[in-house]
C-alpha cells in the first residue's frame, strides 16, 4: 500500500514563500498521478494543483502563476512550490496519489479519484 508523508509547512506573512514536500513508499511511484488538495476550517477539501505520470500539469486558478507542483520519481518525491502566498491559501495541505490513470486520460482533479492520501500539513498565511 502507498504511504504519504507530507513536510514543509509553517507560518509565514503574505507575500512570502514556502515549499512543501511529499515523500512516498511502496506502490510503482512513476505510475501515479501526484496531487495536492487543501482544506480550510468549515470548507470542503479543494484540489490545487496535480502532475501525472508523464509530466501533466494542472492547477486550481486561484493559484495559476503563484505555485508550481514538481516530481522527482528517483527520490519518490513530490514537491509544492507556494510563492506570492495570500492570508486565504491558508489550509491543511493534503499530498495524494492515484494509480489508477492511464497516459490518454484527464488529469485527475476530484479528491474521490485518488486512492491514497497523506496526515496533512498546516499552511498559515498572517496579514
Known amino acids: 500500500q502507498v504511504q504519504l508523508v507530507e513536510s514543509g509547512g509553517g507560518l509565514v506573512q503574505a507575500g512570502g514563500s514556502l515549499r512543501l514536500s511529499c515523500a512516498a513508499s511502496?506502490?510503482?511511484?512513476?505510475?501515479?498521478?501526484m496531487g495536492w488538495f487543501r482544506q480550510a476550517p468549515g470548507k470542503e477539501r479543494e484540489f490545487v494543483a496535480a502532475?501525472?505520470?508523464?509530466?501533466?500539469?494542472g492547477y486550481t486558478e486561484s493559484v495559476k502563476g503563484r505555485f508550481t507542483i514538481s516530481r522527482d520519481n528517483a527520490r519518490k518525491t513530490v514537491s509544492l512550490e507556494m510563492n506570492s502566498l495570500k492570508p486565504e491559501d491558508t489550509a491543511v495541505y493534503f499530498c495524494?496519489?492515484?494509480?489508477?490513470?492511464?497516459?490518454?486520460?484527464?488529469?485527475?482533479?476530484?479528491?474521490?479519484?485518488?486512492?491514497?492520501w497523506g496526515q496533512g500539513t498546516q499552511v498559515t498565511v498572517s496579514s
Open positions: 495524494a496519489a492515484d494509480s489508477r490513470s492511464i497516459l490518454t486520460a484527464p488529469l485527475r482533479v476530484r479528491d474521490d479519484e485518488y486512492q491514497f
Open positions: 511502496g506502490g510503482i511511484f512513476n505510475r501515479n498521478t
Open positions: 502532475i501525472s505520470r508523464n509530466g501533466k500539469i
